[in-house]
């Protein structure tokens, strides 16, 4: 069995954080040849779900770069690997150190997502809040009404370039931890960072679902750093023209660039399909 796992932003989806027709009608392709596939992304479940429900994504699926394995045909999780206290304490106190708000994803009984924030300090946080609401559709709460016994898959922040450098300056004193950031909106200081467990990544989400699926080899794409511990253990790994420098260095071949359809004309050529 080969199994083709693709990253969302800025791989499979263009910019507009949208798949396109030419894509959807590949993976269309794939599915009738057979040729199994899934997603591994940094993105949550909720932030997913609706893009990928009309694509007949049947496969488990890897959310928040690795933290947990969703199985749409039982909705269960799977490979969980949540943040034990000591980094919690660790992550917050890097966040608050730097006068930005965190905010706190957690999974709960009967698989309920919820974001738990501490008082929102300006609009940019407040602008957060609102997309985890409407884009993500995440109930989003006040700090104080976390249950203790809720498991935090990560935690998140926003601020000036300053701010999240000085957390991640911390953050990198705690072996047990990774994070990711990147600009959070085109023309502004403005830059998120996300924190999770250092066993949560790509890389050993793969290495369960090759296990799970029976597959002997693995076909992976994608554009940015926290997709590098997938090429790692990929049979092939494929970059868009548009991906970071180091992640173009780790893959087998630069393709496409995600705006034009990089990775479906690829596939079209590698599995000989449509026109």
């Given at each position: 069995m080969e199994l083709i796992v693709f990253d969302l932003d800025g791989t499979l989806l263009n910019r507009r954080g949208a798949i396109s027709g030419y894509t959807r009608e590949t993976?269309?392709?794939?599915?009738?040849?057979?040729?199994?596939?899934?997603?591994?992304?940094?993105?949550?479940?909720?932030?997913?779900?609706?893009?990928?429900?009309?694509?007949?994504?049947r496969l488990p699926q890897v959310y928040k770069n690795g933290v947990m394995i969703w199985d749409p045909r039982s909705d269960e999780y799977s490979h969980q690997n949540y943040l034990?206290?000591?980094?919690?304490?660790?992550?917050?106190?890097?966040?608050l150190a730097e006068h930005v708000s965190p905010f706190v994803f957690?999974?709960?009984?009967?698989?309920?997502?919820?974001?738990?924030?501490?008082?929102?300090?300006?609009?940019?946080?407040?602008?957060?809040?609102?997309?985890?609401?409407?884009?993500e559709n995440l109930a989003v709460l006040p700090a104080e009404s976390l249950p203790g016994d809720a498991e935090i898959t990560n935690i998140s922040a926003?601020?000036?370039?300053?701010?999240?450098?000085g957390i991640e300056?911390?953050?990198r004193t705690e072996p047990h931890l990774v994070a990711y950031s990147g600009e959070a909106w085109?023309?502004?200081?403005?830059?998120?960072?996300?924190?999770?467990?250092?066993?949560?990544?790509?890389?050993?989400?793969?290495?369960?679902?090759?296990?799970?699926?029976?597959?002997?080899?693995v076909v992976c794409f994608g554009d940015n750093e926290?997709?590098?511990?997938?090429?790692?253990?990929?049979?092939?790994?494929?970059?868009p023209s548009?991906?970071?420098?180091?992640?173009?260095?780790?893959?087998?071949?630069?393709?496409?660039?995600?705006?034009?359809?990089?990775?479906?004309?690829?596939l079209r050529q590698r599995f000989r399909i449509g026109s």
């Open positions: 993976l269309a392709l794939l599915a009738k040849e057979g040729v199994a596939y899934t997603v591994a992304t940094g993105r949550t479940l909720h932030a997913s779900k609706a893009l990928l429900a009309p694509l007949d994504f034990g206290l000591n980094q919690i304490e660790h992550i917050l106190k890097a966040i957690t999974l709960e009984s009967g698989n309920r997502h919820v974001v738990y924030h501490t008082p929102l300090q300006n609009e940019i946080e407040t602008r957060l809040a609102e997309q985890f609401q409407q884009a926003i601020g000036s370039s300053g701010a999240i450098r300056k911390l953050i085109d023309g502004e200081d403005c830059y998120w960072i996300d924190i999770h467990h250092s066993d949560a990544n790509k890389g050993g989400a793969i290495e369960t679902l090759r296990a799970q699926l029976g597959a002997s080899h926290n997709d590098l511990s997938m090429f790692s253990h990929a049979d092939e790994c494929y970059a548009n991906a970071t420098p180091q992640v173009k260095k780790a893959a087998t071949a630069v393709i496409g660039h995600h705006d034009e359809d990089g990775i479906a004309r690829f």
